[in-house]
């Protein structure tokens, strides 16, 4: 069966940080960009991050930046998103998805190509 399952969200105090994970089950994520998604109750779905299948090619949105990092583990079949200084504002149900169709150095997180979506992990920014 294919599908990615995310796990590592929670309730975290403002300033503080958290590691998401998004594993692959069924397939490889090599050949993959990893798009991380967010959405807060209310809100329009944000894309946060994104991977290229290369590694080489990585953005983040204007609100996560210099915060927020991406990463992939190919051996764990696995991409993180390592999230520090965490705020209130970044409440949001987290969700991961696999684009193909991007070059090996490219990806953006306007939603193209997405293939396989993964259930999502809350993650609660409060005092």
């Known amino acids: 069966q294919v599908q990615l399952v995310e796990s590592g969200g929670g309730l975290v105090q403002p300033g503080g940080s958290l590691r998401l994970s998004c594993a692959a089950s069924g397939f490889t994520l090599d050949y993959y960009a990893i798009v991380w998604f967010r959405q807060a109750p209310g809100k329009e779905r944000e894309g946060v991050s994104c991977i290229s299948s290369s590694d080489s090619g990585i953005v983040y949105a204007d609100s996560v930046k210099g915060r927020f990092t991406i990463s992939r583990d190919n051996a764990k079949n696995t991409v993180y998103l390592q999230m520090n200084s965490l705020k209130p504002e970044d409440t949001a149900v987290y969700y991961c998805?696999?684009?193909?169709?991007?070059?090996?150095?490219?990806?953006?997180?306007?939603?193209?190509?997405?293939?396989?979506w993964g259930q999502g992990t809350l993650v609660t920014v409060s005092s």
């Open positions: 998805a696999a684009a193909d169709g991007y070059s090996g150095s490219y990806c953006d997180t306007s939603g193209k190509y997405l293939e396989v």
